[in-house]
């Protein structure tokens, strides 16, 4: 499927907090306590902090279009905006998202490749993110792009804490 990446902005705010929120709960809400659940989503996609998100110079959104709609969006970070100490030749990937209906079309690899390719055009020599250990579709995903894991870290969902792998892909 050929799709269109186009950069997110400020007037992007409500359909991104729409697609935050529909694509983390579909991912997530299985494995999770809907309390927990809430918490999270209230904390990491109400409107304030998207806002500051996309007003972020380090920090940029994309969407993912199908025809006309959007079918999933990818979150960046480099410099002081990745959520870990990675240094200035890291580049974050740290959110990656498809719409349940527009899975295995394609889209979560033309993602990936767009943050690759912004990576290597900002000159990063490697590229990470953190994936829950219990989510083994990403992780089979991730370590077939190239990416090996190389520590973890905690993750919050509420005030459950939950594990995250530290995975990195270095950039030729």
Known sequence: MTAIIQKCTVEDLQELQKISIETFTDTFQEQNSPEHLQAYLEKAYNLEQL???????????????SGQDIAGYLKINTGSAQTEESGEDALEIERIYVRTKFHKYGLGKQLLQKAIDLALQ????????GVWEDNKNAIGFYQNKGFVQTGAHSFFMGDDEQIDLIMIKTLS
């Open 51 to 65: 806002k500051k998100e996309l007003a972020n110079p380090l920090s940029h959104f994309f969407f993912v279009y």
């Open 122 to 129: 900002l000159g990063k020599k490697k590229i990470w993110l």
